[in-house]
């Protein structure tokens, strides 16, 4: 499916308090449906990621977080971010080394990260049917894929100007 009329990237003008208010209530009933915990320390960590739609280096959380309590153990960061990645709350994006909160809930499905060189915004665009088609083009090859990652580097609508 692709989408062609739904703005994936934010408007800049939007509020933004929102966007975190809605992705800390996922991350409360994603936890509790899978049994769980969502630590203090884990929905600091996810909260500060949260601040903003553009990718963040795992230091960049560290000094984050720094600004409202003590400095956390980056282990003890690193292993928070693995624990939100695998509940689906934030992204890594592999070109970067950094991460993005999840802007929507795809349950597991395969999403392409559009990463703007820019202003560092990250969009998804949902990437299953894309997935699919490379994995069987894999498969003919002989080759049985395990893990994809699809990410785009280029400019957002805002950044190039336009409306
Ligand atoms: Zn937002
Ligand atoms: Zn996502
Ligand atoms: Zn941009």
């Known amino acids: ?3 062609y009329n739904i703005m994936l990237f934010p408007n800049p003008q939007h509020d933004h308090a929102h ?3 809605d992705l800390i209530a996922r991350a409360e009933f ?4 899978r ?3 969502l630590t203090h320390q884990r929905r600091d960590v996810l909260a500060c990621v949260a601040r903003s739609h553009a990718a963040v280096g795992a230091y960049d959380i560290i000094d984050r977080m720094a600004e409202h309590g003590t400095r956390p153990a980056p282990i003890t960061v690193y292993r928070a971010l693995e624990f939100l990645e695998a509940h689906g709350l934030i992204h890594k994006i592999e070109s970067r080394n950094a991460f993005v909160a999840c802007s929507h809930s795809h ?3 395969p999403a392409a990260l559009l990463i703007c060189e820019i202003c560092g915004t990250v969009a998804e665009l949902d990437a ?3 997935t699919a088609q490379l994995s069987l083009a894999a498969a003919a090859q002989g080759f049985r894929a395990a893990h994809t990652v699809i990410e785009m580097a280029g400019t957002c609508g805002a950044c190039a100007g336009g409306a």
């Open 1 to 3: 499916m692709l989408y």
């Open 19 to 21: 966007c975190t208010a």
């Open 30 to 33: 994603t936890c509790a449906r």
């Open 35 to 37: 049994g769980s915990k």
């Open 107 to 109: 349950d597991g499905l």
């Open 128 to 130: 299953g049917a894309v």
